[in-house]
């Protein structure tokens, strides 16, 4: 499986942006997507995941509903919605794949991206006050 990120940049707090993954590769579609970011010194954080069998999501609780996922019409690009851009939304941020039907109910806890069997390249996001 191999995804690409991509759609960063350096806003003012309160702006709205939103990154692309693009998924492809066989069995594709049997993998959970989801969205990880990392600060500079910090460690990289579930942000939110997407369910491929029911294409619901599951947010790590650190963006508190600012941010949401969706998937394209053609089902190989899913998109991050950030609103309110705060200035600690400044990361690099990365989407990823685990092979699984839903969502882990473990979704967001420390050290979490270690369960991730792919990644693309990150895309940064700066976020000014």
């Known amino acids: 499986v191999q995804l690409q990120a991509s759609g960063g940049g350096s806003m003012q707090a309160g702006a709205s942006l939103s990154l692309s993954c693009t998924v492809s590769?066989?069995?594709?579609?049997?993998?959970?997507i989801g969205w990880f970011r990392e600060a500079p010194g910090g460690r990289r954080e579930a942000v939110i995941c997407?369910?491929?069998?029911?294409?619901?999501?599951l947010n790590g609780g650190s963006v508190k509903g600012r941010f949401t996922m969706t998937t394209g019409s053609t089902k190989n690009t899913v998109y991050l919605q950030m609103n309110s851009l705060e200035p600690e939304d400044t990361a690099t941020y990365f989407c990823?794949?685990?092979?699984?039907?839903?969502?882990?109910?473990?979704?967001?806890?420390?050290?979490?991206?270690?369960?991730?069997?792919?990644w693309g390249r990150g895309t940064q996001v700066t976020v000014s006050s």
């Open positions: 990823a794949a685990e092979r699984r039907d839903y969502c882990s109910g473990r979704w967001g806890t420390p050290g979490y991206a270690g369960n991730m069997d792919y």
């Open positions: 590769g066989r069995w594709a579609s049997d993998y959970v």
């Open positions: 997407l369910s491929p069998r029911d294409g619901t999501t």
